[in-house]
């Protein structure tokens, strides 16, 4: 049970809540009568409202629309008009632009342009809306004059500013970067940067608007004429300071080389104009007396003691000083291929030069063909005078004058090397264009080869004259011709083995024209040379009636042939195919101073025991012992004297073999004749013993001494 007192406070306390949630109950109910009002008030506003709104759009809605009609109709006006001035100045466009026209693009060129653009909108405008019209023809006639007057300027800017590439620069270019370890672009400006911008403009206009590529003709026609010219003057320049002291290249190259502390082992082997024919006319002059003139004096190895370019200074320094103005043909000749050999080069450069120039003015679907019609004329000019050097090589060689072919040499190396950067340069020509070259090559090559075989057979069947024999024994001018060409071949190894290898009848495949293979077909031919001339001098030999003569002319060949091959690279050319070259002439010079020394035989002869009386001490000789013992003496002295009379007129130009000789000589004969006279010492078999026993010993060894000396 819940007590009394509870329960009321509990019932006291639900009464006071109920009372105050009837006091809120009923202030909410007021508060939602005075919404319901304030709801049915603004409800009243807001119809009031629309209504007014609904009044107002219907007296504002008609003055919007006429307004609206009356800017459109004002907008109309406006673009009418504006579109009257527009038609209107297509009217006056030739009249306007009248003066500029006529005066030309010369020195304002984007004025010039500007009205060229009108007069275009105008063409267009009378075509589109009024092709009847009369004013048509006269803007299209405007427009073909200022279209003609580009094209004049075109032509005109390219003329005026196109000029030849001076030859000094033109050496410069195909030099620095040659030589100099640091390597500073020599730049080809072929037209002022001005000029070149407005050429440039007038190209873009005449492609995009003027539809004309009659311009690219002119473009080619007028670069094409300056770098024929170009290459012309080079070789003017050649003709006149290649034969002086003048100096080729420009003072900047010069100082650069002058100047330069390290410098590249050079791209490209020099060739020295002249040295191959000079060096070949010398030996032919002085092949029989020396070069210095002297018979006998000389060992005839200008090579002996120098490398390959200290021996082809000093040949071309004798002929110089022993010739003068006489070479002055092969001067010229030479002069020609030094300057083929740098117009070649100088082609390639100017080409590339040409290219990149071309790119700038010339649309890309067009710059092929058009460098291929600019290089042509040039092009086939070099190629001309390349087909020159080849016939006239050709008619050398009818002529057997197989030095002509060492004027190719120089050419097709270099032709060659440039192969590849001429390939290159000429891509995307027409196949007729870059199959010049290679055609040049191939001919070069074939009357290469063709010379080196006939130069061979030549060796071999040249005749045996008497006239032509040297009369003292020494080396043959065969000889010496032989050795200098294979010596001139050394320069250019790989060229004169490619030569070979392209006449070979040997598979295609690429391995045979390595470069082994070409050094192995080189080395054939050399020993092919020298064993044709072996047997030519055998052949030779025979001309003379003294067994000992042959003997000092085969030996003396024979000895130049080894220290040639010993004193320069052909020795390791011969050693590729034939390994004991070097031992089988030494055995040739051996036996032929073996058959030297046998002409000696018949003096010592005298001197032996042969026939010699055998007597006691203080027995009297008979007659005839005397006799024997006289005519032993006699002999001795009629054949030393005869012997040295003879051969003091022979020739050893080898210093080294001559007193070789002379020294075996004279100790046999010395060792002989002194044995000879200890046995007669005491035998009295004359009265006049100095009537026989004309000369000491020593006096035979002086004149035995003096063998082979002339001048003694």
């Known amino acids: 049970m819940i007590p009394t007192e509870d329960a009321s406070a509990r019932k006291r306390e639900i009464e006071e809540k109920l009372k105050q949630e009837q006091e809120t109950l009923s202030f909410i109910r007021e508060n939602l009568e005075k919404s319901d009002q304030l709801t049915k008030g603004m409800v009243s506003i807001l119809s009031s409202f629309e209504s007014r709104l609904m009044q107002l759009e219907n007296s504002i809605i008609p003055v919007h629309k006429q307004t609206e009609n009356l800017q459109r109709l004002q907008e109309n006006v406006d673009k009418t008009l504006s579109c009257m001035d527009h038609v209107i100045s297509y009217y006056h466009v030739a009249k306007d632009t009248d003066r500029i026209i006529r005066e030309g693009p010369t020195g304002r060129l984007d004025e010039y ?108 026609q007028i670069r094409s004429n300056q770098l024929d010219r170009s290459i012309k003057g080079l070789k003017d320049h050649f003709r006149k300071n290649s034969a002086s002291s003048g100096i080729l290249y420009s003072p900047a190259v010069q100082t650069k080389r002058k100047d330069t502390p390290t410098k590249k082992a050079p791209k490209r082997p020099v060739y020295i104009p002249g040295t191959i024919r000079k060096a070949q006319n010398l030996l032919k002059q002085y092949s029989q007396h020396g070069l210095d003139g002297k018979k006998g004096g000389s060992n005839l190895t200008p090579l002996e003691g120098y490398d390959h370019d200290l021996r082809v200074k000093h040949l071309s320094d004798a002929l110089t000083e022993k010739h003068g103005a006489a070479s002055g043909k092969d001067d010229v000749l030479d002069i020609e291929i030094d300057s083929y050999i740098h117009c070649i080069s100088a082609f390639v450069k100017l080409a590339q030069s040409e290219y990149a120039l071309l790119t700038e003015i010339i649309p890309e679907h067009h710059q092929k063909k058009t460098f291929d019609s600019l290089i042509q004329e040039a092009l086939d000019n070099l190629m001309l005078e390349g087909d020159n050097i080849v016939s006239a090589a050709r008619r050398a060689i009818m002529r057997h004058d197989y030095s002509a072919v060492l004027t190719i040499f120089p050419i097709l190396r270099h032709l060659k090397m440039y192969k590849s950067e001429f390939d290159s340069t000429l891509q995307g020509t027409a196949a007729s264009t870059k199959n010049k070259l ?275």
């Open 438 to 712: 290679p055609t040049l090559i191939t001919s070069m090559e074939t009357i290469g080869a063709k010379a080196l075989e006939e130069f061979a057979d030549s060796i071999k069947n040249d005749p045996d004259k008497e006239y032509n024999m040297p009369k003292d024994g020494t080396v043959h001018e065969l000889t010496s011709n032989a050795i200098l060409f294979l010596q001139q071949l050394l320069d250019f190894h790989e060229t004169a083995g490619a030569m070979l290898a392209s006449q070979a009848e040997v598979s295609s495949s690429a391995s045979s024209y390595t470069s082994e293979f070409n050094k192995r077909l080189l080395s054939t031919y050399i020993c092919k040379v020298l064993g044709n001339l072996q047997l030519n001098l055998l052949s030779k030999s025979k001309v003379y009636e003294d067994p000992a003569l042959s003997a000092i002319f085969l030996h003396n060949n024979y000895n130049y042939i080894l220290k040639s091959l010993e004193k320069s690279e052909l020795i390791q050319l011969v050693t590729v195919t034939q390994k004991k070259a070097e031992g089988l002439y030494r055995e040739l010079i051996e036996q032929q101073i073996h058959m030297y020394n046998s002409s000696w035989l018949k003096v010592i002869e005298h001197l032996t025991d042969r026939n010699m009386p055998v007597f006691q001490p203080g027995t009297k000789l008979k007659d005839k012992e005397r006799q024997v013992i006289k005519d032993k003496f006699k002999g001795f002295n009629d054949g030393l004297e005869e012997l040295c009379k003879i051969q003091k007129g022979w020739a050893i130009p080898d210093k080294e073999q001559r007193d070789l000789i002379r020294q075996a000589q004279k100790k046999v004969v010395s060792d002989a004749y002194r044995a000879f006279l200890q046995r007669c010492a005491n035998i009295s078999f004359t009265k006049n013993p100095e009537k026989y026993h004309k000369y000491r010993p020593e006096e035979v060894e002086e004149m035995i001494e003096r063998l082979f000396d002339t001048s003694a």
């Open 113 to 220: 342009l500007a009205c060229i653009a009108k007069i275009q909108k105008a063409v267009e405008y009378f075509q589109d809306n009024n092709p009847d019209s009369p004013e048509l023809n006269t803007v299209k006639a405007r427009f073909e004059k200022g279209k003609e007057l580009l094209e004049a300027e075109f032509r005109s800017l390219l003329t005026r500013y196109s000029k030849p590439v001076p030859p000094i620069l033109i050496l410069d270019v195909i030099t620095v970067d040659e030589e100099l370890e640091v390597q500073e672009e020599v730049v080809l400006e072929h037209l002022p940067e001005s000029v070149l911008q407005d050429i440039i403009c007038i190209a873009g206009w005449l492609v995009e608007y003027g539809r004309n590529q009659d311009f690219m003709n002119v473009y080619f």
